[in-house]
């Protein structure tokens, strides 16, 4: 795969699996090959019945080889899901991706991780992910996208991935007829990451 996207940071439970796994299903219904790529030892390989190809790259060299066969891919995206609390395969992998994406939640937690992520990773970018669709705890929120690009202008998505109940159907054994909300917060994860990447590269250019 042409594009090599990571989705990284310290931080577990900041829904860097299920933002890998939405961005790779929103790709493939949006008429582009994508494939997942699983890094976290913890977790099990999951590929039936997934639209998507998934890949094993929970063994180091395994995964240095997947990153260097989709060099010589001309098309679609290749999502790394970085696991957590691993910093140095973090710096490492997103040294080598066009494009690292790092989801935090609103809380101070996730902004004091997110914050020492995005200063070890200067080609990271943040993403609100889980975001409150309550419109009052929307505003509550907001406070910390404010604080995180007073710090890192222009590196923080002000567009967030609001929560949907999607990890469960996700991260299942199979996924061959995802529900309506999942489609749709696939669609729009696969948006942020395509818009964020357009600007990424016109930024090289």
Not at 89 to 111: N, V, W
Not at 143 to 155: H, M, N, S, T
Request: proline share 6%; glycine share 8%.
């Amino acid at each position: 795969m042409s594009n090599l996207i990571f989705i990284g940071g310290q931080k577990g439970g900041s829904t860097k699996t299920t933002t890998a796994h939405l961005m790779c299903l929103g790709a493939i219904l949006r008429g582009q090959p994508a494939a997942y790529v699983l890094t976290d030892p913890n977790r099990s390989l999951k590929t039936e019945g997934r639209p998507y190809g998934v890949m094993d790259g929970r063994d180091s060299n395994e995964l240095a080889k997947i990153i260097t066969a989709s060099s010589n891919t001309k098309n679609g995206w290749l999502i790394v899901d970085g696991g957590g609390n691993r910093p140095e395969l973090d710096k490492a992998i997103s040294a080598q991706a066009q494009l690292t994406i790092l989801p935090f939640r609103g809380s101070e937690e996730d902004l004091e991780t997110i914050s020492r992520d995005l200063a070890a990773m200067p080609n990271a970018v943040a993403l609100p992910s889980a975001w409150p669709t309550n419109k009052h705890a929307q505003e509550a929120a907001q406070k910390f996208i404010d604080a995180l690009e007073q710090v890192y202008p222009g590196r923080v998505i002000t567009s967030p991935n609001y929560f949907v109940n999607s990890a469960l159907e996700l991260l299942g054994q199979n996924l061959d007829s995802p529900s309506t909300p999942v489609r749709n917060a696939a669609r729009k994860a696969f948006s942020i990451l395509a818009e964020t990447f357009e600007k990424g590269s016109g930024n090289k250019n």
